[in-house]
């Protein structure tokens, strides 16, 4: 019955000149998204690289209670734990009393 009211909806975007604008504006908008996507992954490598290479013996040398960057996938996910603000501040207060 979903699919009904979407087809209904559909229709009713190529009714009104309005929403054939704006359809019209996200799709086109899409391939820049991408493109800006794939910039901040590069991005976000680069930086997932040089934490791992700054701060890969922290844990080793007994600084941090966790492993947070020894090897480049769990560099990423601490990379992304810190973007995304979940537990950042614990991981912050670890290597900044180094």
């Keep these: ?56 013996d922290l844990y080793k040398q007994g600084y941090t209670s966790e492993d947070y960057f020894s090897r480049l996938d769990i560099t990423c996910f601490t990379l992304f734990q810190i973007l995304t603000l979940d537990m950042w501040s614990s991981i912050a207060h670890e290597v900044m009393a180094v």
């Design 1 to 56: 019955f979903r699919m009904f009211r979407l087809v209904r909806a559909l229709r009713l975007a190529t009714r009104v000149k309005e929403l054939q604008y704006m359809a019209r504006a996200l799709l086109l908008s899409v391939p820049k998204m991408l493109c800006i996507s794939f910039l901040l992954a590069i991005q976000f490598y680069i930086f997932t690289i040089v934490f791992t290479d700054l701060f890969k």
